[in-house]
Nanobody, 123 residues
Framework: QVQLVESGGGLVQAGGSLRLSCAAS????????LGWFRQAPGKEREFVLTISWNTGRTYYADSMKGRFTISRDYTKNTMYLQLNSLKPEDTAVYYC????????????????WGQGTQVTVSS
């Protein structure tokens, strides 16, 4: 069973950057689609982007294009989310998730979730 652990969140000023990590354990994530979601207080969980671990093909939510970038390190079984030009409205708990089904922006399609990491952007 895949286990996911996020890290890298914190407090940053508007315009700043953060790099979030999602480390997978419990087995290889080969064949999985990994995704990032975020949830702000009082709001529903929102899709950020997803990546096919095997092919590297990515799919971004339209509102996330241009400022957020995903990458992965095979040797560390880790996925990274680079957040640039952060805005106060990016404040949320960021979660990584995994599924073997297919590329999906629907949180219900993901079977494994991390505990989340808090990102707070001050104005």
């Amino acid at each position: 069973q895949v286990q996911l652990v996020e890290s890298g969140g914190g407090l940053v000023q508007a315009g700043g950057s953060l790099r979030l990590s999602c480390a997978a354990s419990g087995g290889t994530v080969s064949g999985y689609y990994l995704g990032w979601f975020r949830q702000a207080p009082g709001k529903e969980r929102e899709f950020v982007l997803t990546i096919s671990w095997n092919t590297g093909r990515t799919y971004y939510a339209d509102s996330m294009k241009g400022r957020f970038t995903i990458s992965r390190d095979y040797t560390k079984n880790t996925m990274y989310l680079q957040l640039n030009s952060l805005k106060p409205e990016d404040t949320a708990v960021y979660y990584c998730a995994a599924t073997k089904r297919s590329t999906s922006s629907d949180a219900r399609d993901y079977d494994y979730w991390g505990q989340g990491t808090q990102v707070t952007v001050s104005s």
